[in-house]
């Protein structure tokens, strides 16, 4: 259960973006916070002075990825994102269309978006229309392509070899007492 309080202690630090910084926002459901998105908000730190992750909600990622995610619900996720060093603030249940409203309520300089991503296409859509329109957006290579699918594949090999490995010692167990 994620508390206010919880809240407040993961977020001990943040302050708004100075006078004269640039600020760099980027987007995602941030699912599994995995080596790939802290490559990714190390690459895009280096972009700006104040870096921005807006996470989207269940509902959205659900809609996008389909399969049941995320995974770990909105709480759990910015929980996890704030733990990185990298990041500086929240936008929690960002919207999925950046506007131009959205960009001056927030400073933003920069829109930043990776070139990996586990929506269903992955698709760079409407939601990016403003800050391209605008010249504010760029696409960083993603560092590396892990995935939430390498993790998910993973535990399903695993379980694989652990089922196997029970059935394995069910049979030995049945023709010892046989």
């Known amino acids: 259960l994620t508390t206010s309080m919880m809240l407040r202690l993961f977020s001990a630090g943040v302050k708004p973006p100075g006078e004269g910084m640039r600020v760099i926002y980027v987007d995602?459901?941030?699912?599994?916070?995995?080596?790939?998105?802290?490559?990714?908000?190390?690459?895009?730190?280096?972009?700006?002075?104040?870096?921005?992750?807006?996470?989207?909600?269940?509902?959205l990622v659900n809609k996008r990825r389909g399969s049941n995610l995320p995974l770990?619900?909105?709480?759990?996720?910015?929980?996890?994102?704030?733990?990185s060093k990298y990041v500086n603030d929240v936008l929690i249940d960002a919207p999925l269309a950046i506007t131009q409203e959205m960009m001056a309520s927030l400073k933003i300089s920069e829109v930043v978006h990776g070139t990996e991503s586990d929506d269903i296409g992955g698709a760079i859509d409407e939601r990016y229309k403003y800050p391209r329109e605008v010249g504010m957006l760029t696409a960083i290579k993603s560092p590396i392509d892990f995935?939430?699918?390498?993790?998910?594949?993973?535990?399903?090999?695993?379980?694989?070899?652990?089922?196997?490995?029970?059935?394995?010692?069910?049979?030995a167990e049945r023709e010892w007492f046989n």
Do not use: P, W
């Not at 459901?29 to 909600?57: P, S």
């Not at 770990?72 to 733990?83: A, I, T």
């Open 147 to 171: 995935k939430l699918v390498n993790i998910l594949s993973r535990i399903q090999k695993k379980q694989a070899e652990l089922q196997s490995k029970i059935e394995r010692k069910k049979k």
């Open 72 to 83: 770990m619900n909105l709480h759990e996720r910015v929980l996890s994102v704030l733990g």
């Open 28 to 59: 995602g459901a941030f699912d599994m916070f995995h080596c790939g998105h802290v490559r990714f908000l190390e690459e895009t730190a280096k972009r700006g002075d104040y870096i921005i992750v807006g996470i989207h909600g269940d509902s």
